[in-house]
């Protein structure tokens, strides 16, 4: 057993690359975040029906059971479809959040965020008066898209600012203001409408905005209701009612904390420590794809024939036209070296600047073909070419 074991292990040293190495984090980067996603998803019944199918393929991968893996192959198309079609919006809004990310590294330090006590003392005011609000954070995912109509604004956050926004006399007020930093960026927003029936049951339709907006980005939005004078937020596809001041304080400030934490981690204390398990699980299903996709221990020679190329080929001197102009080369190299192999792109090249005049027999070897790495010549057919150089200019001189 021991001695099977260092076998295999030794095999596996001998044959792993670094590219391998790239290969498998690569693919880990690329779990791990696609792990993110569903976390944060709605649709996690989705993730375990996915994993449940890809233990399956494997498992019928490893046992060979042809029947099986065949029909899973030729599903993956139809199931990728049904994926794009299912994740639309979280695909787009994963690829907008990629898109935002140098923008969010460089602009950190010159955000600032509004007065906290000055916002919390406005909204429950409103609600004390039952006057009916809207109140938008924008965090690190852009809004655009989601917003309808709307006037810009730009104005500086204050507290005679979100009163007469929020006036039932003003043409604005059922609308949303989208607060961006210390500004009101816009105001007279419509918001898109939850499809969520069961969370808004028994509330208008500023809840239902307000929760739409928060399955559809990483905002947060505070409402006020008119009915009733309470306060609730909206954020992650939940909404949450907030009784107190100190409350709604406290959520105002994990919100920021989130968006704009005072003091950043350093990059390499983030990428190892942060969401380990979720790393070390991407880490672990790479490796295991690696090894039952990739890896492949035994040796096989395939044989192709390869051009020759003759070069630097004295001015004087033309080749016969009897000189051979291809060879026959074995391969030896596991299946997966083979895999990215173009034959056409290989030639055999032989130097001619040192022959003269006359008969030539030049020895081929390893150093007359550019192979890729782990590709090894296993047999040369002919191993030596036989030329004849004749005295005259070749054609197209």
């Known amino acids: 057993m021991i001695e099977t074991i260092v076998s295999f292990t030794d095999e596996l040293l001998r044959s792993f690359r670094l590219v391998d190495a790239i290969d498998i984090l690569l693919v880990s980067a690329f779990l791990y975040a696609t792990l993110v996603w569903f976390k944060k998803t709605t649709s996690k019944g989705v993730l375990i029906g996915m994993a449940a199918m890809a233990v399956v393929y494997f498992v019928a991968r490893g046992l060979d059971m042809y029947l099986t893996s065949l029909a899973f192959q030729a599903s993956f198309a139809v199931l ?19 898109a935002s990310l140098r923008k969010i590294r460089f602009d ?33 995912e852009p809004l655009s898209r989601h917003l309808n109509s709307g006037i810009c604004l730009n104005g500086h956050f ?50 239902s905005a307000a929760l739409g907006l928060s399955e559809r980005s990483d905002a947060m939005t505070i409402v006020v209701s ?23 304080r ?22 190892l420590f942060e969401n ?8 672990l299903i790479a490796i295991v794809a690696w090894y039952s996709l990739a890896y492949d221990s035994s040796t096989v020679q395939r044989t192709f024939a390869f051009p020759i190329v003759y070069r630097n080929v004295a001015k004087n001197l033309s080749i ?72 005259g200019k070749r054609e197209g001189q």
Request: proline share 6%.
């Open 158 to 207: 204050s507290a005679p600012l979100i009163f007469s926004i929020f006036d039932s006399s003003t043409p604005g007020h059922d609308g949303a203001v989208v607060i961006e930093g210390n500004q009101v960026k816009q105001f007279a927003v419509h918001l898109p409408i939850s499809q969520n029936i069961e969370a808004v049951a028994g509330r208008g339709t500023r809840h």
């Open 276 to 283: 380990v398990q979720l790393k070390l699980l991407s880490v």
């Open 80 to 98: 990728l479809f049904g994926l794009v079609v299912v994740f639309q919006e979280d695909l787009r809004r994963f690829l907008e959040r990629v």
């Open 320 to 391: 016969d036209e009897r000189a051979p102009t291809e060879c026959r080369v074995t391969l030896s190299g596991s299946d997966r070296d083979f895999r990215f192999l173009d034959p056409a792109t290989i030639k055999i090249t032989l130097d001619l600047s040192e022959a003269t005049e006359g008969y030539q027999e030049i020895p081929l070897s390893e150093k007359n073909i550019r192979l890729p790495t782990n590709l090894k010549p296993y047999r040369i057919d002919p191993r030596t070419v036989r030329l004849m150089l004749q005295a």
């Open 250 to 271: 406290q959520r105002l400030a994990d919100f920021q904390t989130a968006v704009l934490p005072e003091e950043e981690e350093p990059v390499l204390h983030r990428i």
């Open 108 to 140: 950190r330090k010159r955000i600032d965020h509004v007065d906290f006590d000055v916002l919390v003392e406005s909204v429950f005011k409103m609600a004390d008066t039952k006057k009916g609000a809207l109140i938008v954070m924008k965090a690190k």
């Open 226 to 248: 008119e009915e009733r004078g309470a306060v609730s937020i909206a954020e992650a596809g939940m909404l949450t009612p907030m009784p107190t001041a100190a409350d709604l």
